[in-house]
């Protein structure tokens, strides 16, 4: 146990050092993805029925008022990328879920003028067995993932 404990500490100050390297909660509990360079956009992945919902938030991670925002979403593999249908709510975007163990792949506007912004998440629902949370909303190994 006293391994693990450390290992576990070990992976917090990892993490807390790289700042935003790891996988993020927002405040609905929600996956959180970057919408821009410099940390001002957000986006909040939550699972509603059979859709994900993708709320966008601002800096503080408060709710950001629905204009000219656009998303694309994307699914499968690089070489036979599936196109997902996208529809827009007054708080952000529903995108239909994808199969477990894929991956989803959205590209956020701004306005019609912006840049596109990247973002993806690996749909694992397998359950972590530290925190019980699904792998996808998993913030204990976020750092060694990445080794
Ligand atoms: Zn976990």
Do not use: Y
């Not at 919902?53 to 008022?65: E, F, G, R, S």
């Not at 690089?78 to 989803?104: A, H, I, N, S, Y």
């Amino acid at each position: 146990m006293k391994t693990k404990l450390a290992t576990l500490i070990v992976t917090f100050i990892t993490a807390a050092a790289f700042g935003h390297g790891g996988v993020e909660l927002g405040p609905n509990g929600g996956r959180i993805l970057e919408f821009s360079k410099n940390e001002s956009m957000h986006g909040e992945v939550t699972v509603k029925g059979d859709k994900f919902h993708i709320a966008v938030l601002d800096k503080d991670m408060k709710q950001v008022a629905m204009k000219e925002q656009t998303l694309t979403a994307t699914s499968g593999d690089r070489d036979k990328p599936v196109k997902l249908e996208v529809t827009k709510d007054d708080k952000g975007f529903l995108v239909p879920l994808v199969k477990v163990g894929e991956w989803l792949i959205v590209q956020f506007k701004e306005t019609p003028k912006s840049k596109a912004i990247t973002a993806r998440l690996e749909f694992n629902t397998a359950k972590c067995s530290e925190c019980k949370n699904p792998e996808w909303l998993c913030t204990c190994k976020s750092e060694e993932g990445k080794k």
